[in-house]
């Protein structure tokens, strides 16, 4: 990247951020303080995973000399049910391990049933609203919300209670205007955008005012009734796969 220069050859600034050039010719405010605090944070993370390895490290050695962990659980099992069967039959013992089992099993499903429907509604929550409260989706983007998270959504996850974006190959998204640090969802969004093969035809101005295509993201074109982008979401859908054949919902 190159540093923007005005016509007096000093620096462009945004927000007090100096402009850079990308090769491809679009901009990019770089944010000199966030990255140094970005790089002092990952570098005390470096020194914390180290340090957990070296703790590792150590409680290993207590094991030194065990060569199959498995045999060894198997061993003392077995002796915990010789001191037990002092009191009562090995085969009650069992009975009574089966019952305990079982309760202890139906209690975890209960647990995971209700940790799955908080998990869903937290992700309803915080992935719908911000694709229902996104700019970019009101201010570039020629098809409603819902649409637009029908396509994308999947690409969205949370992720110790923050919103993480993923391409294609499960790969995180990073933010370019602030280097270290996970994209915002609206920045993410951009980038998943710019990587769609049929983004001319969901973006406003490129393929949406095409031929066809009605005024004001309305439905005046070929196949697109009058009134529907307000409709059901039924309605909606059918108007959104009317003018865009090309659209992946799915």
Do not use: C
């Not at 590792?56 to 060894?72: H, Q, R, S, T, V």
């Not at 969901?202 to 439905?219: E, F, P, R």
Request: net charge negative; charged share 30%; hydrophobic share 35%.
């Amino acid at each position: 990247m190159k540093l923007k220069l005005d016509a007096d050859g000093h620096a462009v600034l945004q927000d007090g951020k100096p402009v850079y050039t990308r090769e491809d010719g679009s901009e990019v405010a770089f944010d000199v303080l966030g990255t140094t605090q970005t790089i002092t944070r990952l570098n005390a993370e470096a020194k914390g995973h180290r340090e957990r390895a070296e703790k590792a490290e150590g409680a290993l050695k207590l094991f030194e000399g065990i060569e199959d962990p498995k045999k060894a659980l198997e061993a003392l099992g077995i002796v915990a049910n010789l001191d037990a069967k002092k009191l009562v039959d090995a085969g009650e013992i069992e009975k009574v391990k089966g019952e305990i089992s079982k309760a202890f099993q139906s209690q975890l499903d209960t647990a995971n049933t209700k940790a799955q429907q908080l998990e869903a509604q937290l992700y309803a929550e915080k992935v719908g609203g911000a694709f229902a409260r996104s700019k970019v989706i009101a201010e570039k983007l020629a098809i409603p919300p819902d649409m637009v998270e029908a396509r994308f959504g999947k690409a969205f996850t949370i992720e110790e209670g923050r919103i993480v974006a993923k391409d294609a190959n499960g790969n995180k998204l990073y933010s370019q205007s602030n280097p270290g640090e996970l994209a915002g969802f609206d920045e993410a969004l951009e980038m998943l955008v710019g990587q769609y093969p049929y983004k001319d035809q969901i973006l406003k101005g490129t393929g949406a005012s095409g031929g066809g295509a009605g005024g004001n993201g309305g439905g005046g074109g070929k196949g697109n009734p009058q009134g529907k982008w307000n409709g059901t979401p039924e309605e909606r859908t059918a108007a959104v796969k009317a003018r865009f054949p090309n659209l992946e919902t799915s």
